[in-house]
């Protein structure tokens, strides 16, 4: 039982406020008198705002469902339905062109096009080592991945294989001459890569086992230092790569040249998520985000670690350092520069409660806090001052504005400077998605981040329209039209206010981290879109997509796209029903449910049983895929449209979920602590499964986490 220090109109947890008081407050310029009553006040001022508009969107879903109810649907009928969206107030007037104001951004978001990794900041392992993915080494990522086959000669082993240690030199002189070529000639036919020095400056030379000498056509030459090795430091593309040369390296020795390895700047931006990808139900795991955020602002965090026998500590990376080729020190940083993702403002917690014992939002409890241990950065994270703020789950333009003028009153309770919070809109709700314009234009001084997320955005697309009709089979929603306008319409929109030039204009995650050379082969395809930057699952993903970033020139290809015609709104609003023609037989409707019904016991199981919010789960044909709460989302919504509409029945649903139980159990025997769903089907995690489809309609907006988090506390409470 939680024990409850009582403020004036307020009753905030104790084990919170005691770390607010004896971790978070020392150090900092405010006594912790002076910051309960500034807590108290915001929250009082803000939390029946939130309440507002958290009922705004469920009188938008029921007045939109009333018409769907009245009309059918076809595209004949898109100016009634745009017209309608007017009418009620979804769709809001575009603004005039406007230009940002956005102050003090750090180079990492407002010049860098590059990979960006998402990971659970709950978990500490995961957060520290995603902020050492700022650098990372291209051989062991390619050595060590499906990147190389794994078969024949160059088969990965226990010990090392020089065969496909050779394999990698093989990519990595291909992959050089496509996005670091030389002068001329090839890497390929390269002896030696020195730095010379000169009588002002040094300068680097490649040696051709021909005897030319040569240079590197478009990467420039920044410095060099000597660890166990020769490093030489190139930039590209905003982006730095390392040389090491050592030939008494083991894998050096087998290099033509000497290369023994290629360090790659890589996940130069981290997001440390609290929200999608962790399982904070109460007051114990919302401490645990807050306390890693702290430690990671501090440039503390550490984690006790064990590998091959051999017990060690892995800290955060400290700054690279250099000499220029002028003679001249310098450094880089070492770790990825930090953005943090707070809840959303449909989510409550139990850290504080109001007079009456009700959960205040978690969202404004959320950034509060998290601002508050953000004043402990002092330039460790940002070299600006600004704190990043990633802001999910925000339904349109009031939504924004509301979390801005929050921001603005945070800022003045602590005394920062006005605009220091900069936000991140995920672009992830259908509304912001068809008001993005508008919502960038709510937070014009603060933004710095957009992105697109295919599961959020077709979840929420799902329930939008859950009164429509049926939807399409979920693999084909993919290539829908209105999926392939709202990837064009985010950059489109992003281009078009200006958001290139002071943030980051962003792609979805790559799911599947065991499949790194499809990855290779498909996801140049978001630099190519013009984004910025795009999620990966792993540093090994980040080093393998940083290649990508150095074949395509981003800033390039976005004044390329910035003359093209932009998505059209008719396109973006044609919701992916089935065709009234299509009829789908039984079989079908069978694989579409058993391939739901799995994904979401395989995600649901370990989210309750073992508080593991994002994790790789393996499909129904034991493809390991990342899944969170927002591929939970887009399966549940999608069984419980075509319940809804009558394609299957309540029975065949949980028919489907007892067999599909009995599949996970089957994938998880070897998972220690492990409880099985079957035969019982009774536990809470099956039973939580089966709540999130049969209440999949009434659940506001789809989203999952109410349910999520009662099962989650019957666990805990060993119910």
């Not at 931006?269 to 890693?292: C, F, M, R, W």
């Not at 699952?537 to 290649?547: G, R």
């Given at each position: ?320 350092r250099y000499r220029s080729v002028n003679g001249d020190d310098f450094e880089l940083p070492g770790c990825a520069l930090m953005l943090l993702r707070n809840v959303g403002l449909h989510m409550e917690t139990d850290l504080v409660l109001d007079a009456d014992g009700r959960e205040m939002p978690e969202g404004l409890v959320d950034v509060l806090t998290t601002v508050l241990i953000a004043m402990h950065d002092r330039g460790r994270n940002s070299r600006e001052g600004s704190i990043y703020i990633v802001k999910p789950k925000m339904h349109g333009p009031d939504e924004v504005a509301f979390t801005c003028q929050l921001f603005a009153d945070i800022e003045d309770a602590l005394g920062l400077s006005r605009n220091t919070v900069k936000i991140g809109v995920m672009d992830e709700e259908r509304r912001t998605t068809v008001n993005l314009k508008a919502c960038i234009h709510a937070a014009r001084e603060r933004v710095i981040f957009i992105n697109t997320g295919f599961l959020d955005r077709t979840g929420d697309e799902i329930h939008t329209s859950m009164q429509a009709g049926p939807v399409l089979p979920k693999a084909e929603m993919k290539t829908a039209p209105w999926m392939l306008a709202y990837e064009d319409w985010n950059v489109d929109i992003g281009l078009a206010c200006g958001l290139d030039r002071v943030g980051q204009i962003g792609k979805g995650m790559w799911a599947v981290p065991d499949a790194m050379r499809a990855m290779l082969e498909q996801k140049i ?195």
């Amino acid at each position: 039982m939680t024990d409850y220090r009582k403020l004036t109109n307020l009753r905030v947890a104790k084990p919170f406020a005691d770390f607010i008081e004896q971790q978070v407050l020392p150090g900092l310029p405010i006594e912790p008198e002076t910051w309960w009553a500034q807590f108290e006040t915001l929250l009082l001022k803000h939390a029946p705002r939130n309440r507002e508009l958290l009922e705004q969107r469920d009188r938008l879903q029921r007045q939109i469902d009333d018409w769907h109810r009245e009309y059918d649907w076809t595209d004949q009928n898109f100016d009634t339905y745009r017209q309608f969206l007017r009418d009620i107030g979804y769709l809001q007037p575009e603004p005039e062109d406007f230009e940002l104001s956005v102050q003090g951004v750090d180079r990492e978001i407002r010049d860098i096009a590059a990979p960006q990794l998402v990971v659970p900041i709950n978990n500490a392992r995961f957060a520290v080592n995603a902020v050492n993915a700022r650098w990372g080494s291209l051989y062991d990522a390619l050595y060590g991945s499906d990147a190389i086959p794994d078969e024949g000669e160059t088969t990965r082993g226990k010990a090392y294989n020089p065969a496909r240690g050779r394999a990698v030199f093989d990519w990595c002189s291909e992959w050089m001459d496509q996005a670091l070529p030389l002068q001329q000639g090839s890497h390929s036919e390269v002896e030696e890569y020195a730095w010379q020095p000169g009588d002002e400056a040094g300068h680097l030379v490649v040696q051709l086992r021909d005897g030319r000498e040569t240079g590197f056509r478009d990467a420039e030459f920044r410095g060099w230092r000597e660890d166990s090795a020769k490093i030489l430091l190139l930039e590209h593309h905003g982006l730095h790569v390392e040389l090491h040369i050592d030939r008494e390296h083991p894998v050096g020795q087998d290099h033509p040249a000497g290369l023994a390895d290629i360090q790659l700047e890589a996940a130069v931006t981290v997001i440390q998520d609290g929200e999608d990808s962790v399982t904070a139900v109460d007051v114990e795991d919302k401490l645990l985000v807050y306390g890693n955020w702290l430690g990671l602002l501090r440039g503390e965090l550490e984690v006790p670690m064990e590998k091959a026998g051999k017990a060690f500590v892995r800290r955060m990376n400290p700054p690279r350092r250099y000499r220029s080729v002028n003679g001249d020190d310098f450094e880089l940083p070492g770790c990825a520069l930090m953005l943090l993702r707070n809840v959303g403002l449909h989510m409550e917690t139990d850290l504080v409660l109001d007079a009456d014992g009700r959960e205040m939002p978690e969202g404004l409890v959320d950034v509060l806090t998290t601002v508050l241990i953000a004043m402990h950065d002092r330039g460790r994270n940002s070299r600006e001052g600004s704190i990043y703020i990633v802001k999910p789950k925000m339904h349109g333009p009031d939504e924004v504005a509301f979390t801005c003028q929050l921001f603005a009153d945070i800022e003045d309770a602590l005394g920062l400077s006005r605009n220091t919070v900069k936000i991140g809109v995920m672009d992830e709700e259908r509304r912001t998605t068809v008001n993005l314009k508008a919502c960038i234009h709510a937070a014009r001084e603060r933004v710095i981040f957009i992105n697109t997320g295919f599961l959020d955005r077709t979840g929420d697309e799902i329930h939008t329209s859950m009164q429509a009709g049926p939807v399409l089979p979920k693999a084909e929603m993919k290539t829908a039209p209105w999926m392939l306008a709202y990837e064009d319409w985010n950059v489109d929109i992003g281009l078009a206010c200006g958001l290139d030039r002071v943030g980051q204009i962003g792609k979805g995650m790559w799911a599947v981290p065991d499949a790194m050379r499809a990855m290779l082969e498909q996801k140049i395809a978001h630099p190519e879109a013009g984004a910025s930057c795009a999620w990966v699952p792993s540093p090994t993903a980040a080093v393998l997509h940083a290649t990508h970033y150095h074949r395509v020139d981003v800033r390039q290809r976005q004044q390329e796209l910035r003359g093209q015609p932009r998505a059209r709104l008719e396109t973006l609003l044609q919701i992916p029903l089935l065709p009234p023609s299509r009829e789908l037989t039984d079989e079908a409707i069978q694989q579409e449910l058993d391939n739901n019904a799995q994904g979401i016991l395989g995600y649901v199981v370990k989210w309750i049983d073992q508080g593991i919010g994002c994790s790789k789960v393996p499909d129904i044909h034991d493809t390991g895929l990342m899944e969170d709460r927002a591929t939970l989302r887009i399966s549940s919504q999608h069984i419980a449209n075509w319940l809804e509409q009558g394609l299957c029945d309540a029975q065949q649903v949980v028919e489907t979920f007892q067999r599909m139980a009995q599949v996970v159990d089957r994938q998880n025997r070897d998972n220690p602590g492990y409880r099985t769903m079957a035969p019982g089907y009774d536990g809470p995690a099956f039973r939580c499964a089966l709540e999130l489809v049969l209440k999949g309609v009434e659940s506001p907006n789809g989203y999952t986490e109410a349910i999520l988090r009662r099962y989650r506390l019957m666990a805990k409470a060993g119910d």
